[in-house]
Structure formats: C-alpha cells, structure tokens
C-alpha cells in the first residue's frame, strides 16, 4: 500500500511528455504557458468591453451614411458568368441615347480565366437579371468589362462622376443588397502604381523526349485545385507539345499572384483543360511584413501588379471587391479591386476606368 501511495504521489516521467517539451526545465514550459493564458483572459474581457458596433467600422457609423449609399444604389449590380459564380460588379457608365450601360467587376473573383466565349449575366438594383456582352478584360486592373442593354426598363439615373478628390475625405462603400454601406473609411493615398509580385502554380515540370512534363505537384496549390497530375505533359497548343522549362517561366511571369491562367495538358490520349489560379511563394506568405500586414483580416489573392489605384483605410471583405465608392455628395469616385492589408483598401479611380472602357469600345 505504501509503495502504491508513493507511486501515485510521484510526478509524471518525463518521457510522457511530447517529444519537443521532454528535455525543457519546467520553468520555460510555465513561462510558455503563461502568456497563452494571459491573451486568452485579455481577448475576452476586451471583447466584453469593446462594442464593435459602436467604432468607425461598426453599424452604428454606417447608419449615419445610409443617406449616400441611397443616392447611389443604382450603381450597385451582381454578375453572373456561365451560371455559376457570381460577384459584385459597378455601373460606371449609361449611355442614354440606347440605353446600355458600361458595368465592371474584379476579373479574379469570376473564379476562372474569361473571354468571349464565356456566358454573362448582370442582376441590376431593381432585382432583374440581363445579359451581358463580354467587352474585355484589363489584366493591369483586375477588371472584366461588359455591356448591358438596359433600354427596356425605366430610364436610368446619370451617373454623378467625382471630379476632385482629396487625402483625407470621407468614402462610402457600397454593397449589393444591402440597405446600409459595406464599410466607411478615409481616402489615404491619391492615385499611384503598384508593382507587380512573383506568382507560383506549384508544380515541377522537366524536359522528357516527349515533351514537358509535370514530375511534381504540390498539395493545396493551383496546379493542385485545377486537378493536374504528375505525369501530365502541358501543350503550347492542342497540336503543339510544351518543350522548354523556359516558355513555361516566361508564360508565369505574365499573372500575378490571384490571376487565373488558362494550361492545356495531355493525360495519356486526352487533351485536358483547366484554369489555375496563381498562388503566392511560402516564402513570400511568411516574410515578417506580409504577415503583419495581414495580422487578424483577410486580403485578396490578387493585390499587386495595378496600373493605378487609390488607396483607403475601409475595412471591407475580399470577396466584396468589385464594387462602387461614393463621396458624401454620392458621386462615383471608384471601384474597390483588393484587399491589401489589415487598414489597405485599394480601389480604381473611376476616371481610369471610363478610359479603358472607351478603348473597349473602339476594338
């Protein structure tokens, strides 16, 4: 019975630990523990104490600008690609004289590389679903541009374009089907580039007698999710086989980070095609600013490579990319295209967007 008592009494060997904590003094692992515990009381008692609601990103503050986003909800549309995945698009320009307007979305989030062959629809403020002509797509801004005939409903509303903004001004955020904004914040930075990243498929690929082949693929990437295998042998063309590692470079080097690319590939006899969205290098993802920029939200896959964007502070999802951004005299001063950050949100001055779409329409 005695030894039971001091068998019981006596602490856990520690070879019953993990691995990784057997051979740590038993200070470091209270001292290890501690703060865990800490953080965990601390998030608590704020999240009792802070009224999310009440701080510049909550209800509350939105409520104040649900006058604005009235005047500009016409701008506001949902598109539709070949009935599948939808995303929030923008009216940017009526043309009054036939009745079609000019309607923009963020390319990336239509979930697969676009063209003309693909089948288009825009659902407007009024719940109506139309068809939509593809007109182009501008990969400097992550934009898909499309044509809608609008001639047999009432009259449209002008679109009131910004024609000064300033640092520091207020913007409201409009979201599809919502009665108040999307989110609020302030204009930081006035128009300006953003350079490009380096993107990654995340497969291998090496020159065999019969053409390039795909030796590896890594887990959870694009090659990945697009369903190319090892042993696949990626095509220039449906006659033509991929035979240098360096077209391949050259052609990855053509999309960000966030684009789809367009592969062709032989699987034996069968000609596949998929559409692989460019991820991000792990190197990349875990450099010490990346990950602070990006500490407790969620940024787009594609938020580099643009030839020009204003930046402000409003707290908007990625996913909610692609639609307007009023001032406070509800003029249409952009359109959010990412998520760049913890307090980025970058968005297209509508007057870039007017030019590009006027090139549109003289091809």
């Known amino acids: 019975m005695k030894k039971y008592q001091r068998e019981f009494r006596r602490s856990p060997k520690r070879e019953q630990f993990p691995p990784l904590l057997r051979f740590l003094p038993s200070s470091v692992l209270v001292m290890a523990v501690l703060p865990l515990i800490w953080t965990a009381w601390a998030e608590s008692a704020w999240a009792e104490a802070l009224d999310f609601d009440s701080t510049r990103h909550g209800v509350k503050l939105k409520s104040v600008f649900t006058e604005v986003a009235a005047k500009a909800e016409h701008l506001v549309v949902q598109v539709e690609i070949n009935s599948g995945k939808k995303c929030t698009g923008t009216l940017v320009e009526v043309n009054s004289r036939n009745g ?7 390319a990336s989030l239509l979930g697969e590389s676009i063209s003309k062959q693909d089948q288009f629809r825009c659902c ?4 109506v679903w139309r068809k939509a002509e593809f007109l182009g797509y501008e990969k400097e801004l992550d934009m898909c541009f499309l044509n809608v005939d609008f001639s047999d409903s009432k009259p449209l509303p002008t679109i009131p374009i910004a024609k000064t903004m300033k640092a520091g001004q207020w913007l409201v955020s409009l979201e599809y089907g919502r009665r108040h904004p999307g989110g609020v914040g302030v204009l930081g930075a006035e128009p300006r580039t953003i350079g490009s990243s380096r993107g990654f498929a995340g497969l291998n690929v090496d020159e065999t007698d019969h053409g390039l082949a795909i030796t590896k ?24 086989h991929a035979t240098k590692r360096r077209w391949f470079s050259k052609l990855l080097r053509q999309y960000e980070p966030g684009d789809w690319l367009p592969l062709l ?28 920029n990006r500490f407790g939200s969620d ?13 402000h502070d409003t707290i908007l ?13 509800g003029e249409l001063v952009g359109v959010n295209i990412a998520r760049a950050g913890r307090t980025d949100t970058l968005a297209v001055p509508i007057q870039e967007i007017i030019d590009t779409a006027k090139q549109f329409e003289k091809e």
């Open 124 to 127: 407007d403020a009024e719940r």
């Open 100 to 106: 079609t307007g000019i309607i923009v979305c963020k």
């Open 217 to 240: 693929v890594m887990a959870n990437s694009g090659a990945s999710r697009a369903g190319l295998k090892r042993g696949d042998h990626l095509m220039e063309s449906e006659e033509k």
């Open 265 to 292: 590939a032989k699987r034996g006899n069968m000609l596949i095609h998929v559409d692989l969205q460019i991820g991000t290098p792990w190197t990349s993802t875990f450099e010490r600013q990346a990950v602070m």
């Open 317 to 329: 999802h990625p996913q909610k990319c692609g639609g307007p951004i009023v001032n406070l005299q």
């Open 299 to 311: 940024v787009s896959r594609r938020k580099t490579g643009f030839r020009s964007v204003l930046q």
